[in-house]
């Protein structure tokens, strides 16, 4: 017997349960929200090769049939724009050779956050316990671990798994030297319903892609429109292929989830010109805030600002954990956000918590068959873990610095953003130089790399 607890059921927890429920061990995930519908889940992820390769390893071949028609439409092009809407550097599958074009487990997807849970929870649910804040654990003598919970309730298992997020309680407990650093960057978010008159405002390739908005100051907006395969009613659009339809008609998940067509924004600058108190500001109060940082971008962009969603929009402080030495192994171990934070830069948080999830499952399910004991099990989780974790969190941290030059005023913090927009333009007018840029950008984001060795 194998009892695994999990405390969090986000992207990497759930993929986790999923993994270990299939193959009959006894898993349980608690989780803090009241209910599945909670948390603010409605944003865009991308799911790389890494994290395909993860979800088709843990979920059952119909259910990750269905994870693959939720996705919303691939986005085509990498765009890389003025705060004018003047386009500084564009590349699409176009400028690959054949023999260099990634297959299609390679390709990436993206889904919307509150799909991509409803997803994970879907089959699971009898395992998953809504309204479960943790407070601490117990390690035992022999072996086993309590967690505890604030409605004083307990659960024990043999070990104990960290997937609640970048705040962890469990690191804090496990961990404590094991910090989170601001990055001097905070970020805004918000959704724009796609309509016939949001999709007019901005060009073809962005619409068809995801694009970095680069302004005054630093100040930088990703943009990425989300379009689903089902309509405003959550009914299959016609057109989209008989087996999607029939997935996502099946699917009990839609139920739960209100993702519908639209325009992704995420507003960054460096924390130096925005006013404090920021982190308490929500909804029309902080869209009014981007709006008075854009007064001079484009129209366009700024109509978009203004058409969103108040609900969904609120600051993100950016944090990024530092890399520490592996730790003495115990019952109790980490995954995802709860050990390697990384900021955004890279677009692989959530890949690199589903790769956990896919190697601690191999490694518990070796410990579950006697052919591992358990502690060597989630030893060898953790040294191959902290490898590839550590490297993503340095690359994904020298994306996004709040401190660099790029954020200065002045002579040489606007010197160095000519430099890059040239450094830009210069490029996209070399086709060598853009098929080395896609090429790597995919080799980053997951693409030939495996855990099985």
């Keep these: 017997m194998l009892d695994v607890l999990i405390i969090g059921a986000g992207t990497g927890g759930l993929c986790l349960a999923q993994g270990l429920k299939q193959a009959g061990v006894n898993v349980a995930v ?33 259910l990750y049939d269905t994870f693959l028609a939720t996705c919303a439409q691939r986005p085509r092009y990498g765009n890389q724009l003025t705060h004018k809407l003047n386009f500084l550097f564009s590349a699409g599958p176009e400028v690959l050779k054949d023999e260099d074009r990634p297959s299609e487990e390679e390709l990436d997807e993206s889904v919307s956050r509150m799909t991509l849970r409803q997803v994970l929870l879907t089959g699971v649910e009898d395992v998953v316990h809504f309204d479960k804040e943790f407070s601490h654990y117990e390690q035992h003598a022999g072996g086993k671990v309590t967690a505890h919970f604030t409605d004083g309730t307990t659960a024990t298992g043999d070990v104990l798994v960290a997937a609640d997020g970048a705040h ?17 960057l905070i970020g805004i978010t918000g959704k724009t319903p796609l309509t016939p008159q949001t999709a007019a405002l901005l ?48 699917w009990p998940g839609m139920l739960y989830d209100n993702s519908r067509d639209y325009i992704m924004w995420g507003f960054a600058a460096s924390e130096r010109w925005l006013p404090q108190g920021i982190s308490g500001m929500r909804g029309a109060d902080i869209q009014r805030l981007v709006l008075e940082m854009t007064q001079d971008w484009h129209p366009s962009l700024r ?12 600051p993100l402080t950016i944090r990024t954990s530092e890399p520490i030495p592996q730790w003495q192994t115990s019952n109790v171990t980490l995954i995802g956000d709860a050990i390697h934070t990384m900021t955004p830069g890279r677009g692989v948080g959530a890949n690199t918590a589903l790769r956990d999830a896919r ?26 873990m902290t490898a590839y974790a550590w490297d993503a969190v340095i690359k994904s941290r020298a994306q996004m610095d709040g401190h ?50």
């Design 30 to 62: 608690y989780e803090r929200d009241r209910t599945r519908r909670d948390g603010l889940q409605g944003y865009r992820v991308g799911i790389d090769a890494d994290g395909k390769r993860a979800l088709k390893a843990n979920l059952s071949p119909e």
């Design 404 to 453: 660099s030059i790029l954020h200065k005023d002045g002579l040489a913090g606007g010197l160095a953003r000519a430099g890059m927009r040239t450094a830009m333009r210069a490029m996209d007018h070399l086709p060598p130089v853009k098929r080395r840029i896609v090429a790597a950008e995919s080799t980053f984001r997951g693409t030939g790399r495996d855990d099985e060795a």
């Design 168 to 184: 962890s309680k469990v690191r804090a407990q496990y961990l404590p030297h094991a910090k989170l650093v601001d990055t001097g």
């Design 359 to 384: 190697l601690l499952t191999r490694n518990l399910l070796k410990a579950y068959r006697g052919e591992l004991p358990l502690l060597q099990a989630v030893h060898d989780y953790e040294t191959t």
């Design 303 to 314: 109509t978009i600002f203004s058409l969103g969603d108040p609900g969904s929009s609120f």
């Design 203 to 250: 060009p073809q390739r962005m619409i068809e892609g995801v694009s970095m908005v680069h302004g005054p100051k630093g100040f930088m907006c990703v943009i990425h429109v989300m379009r689903f395969k089902w309509d405003a009613d959550g009914r299959p659009r016609t057109g989209i292929g008989a087996a999607d339809a029939e997935a996502i008609a099946a």
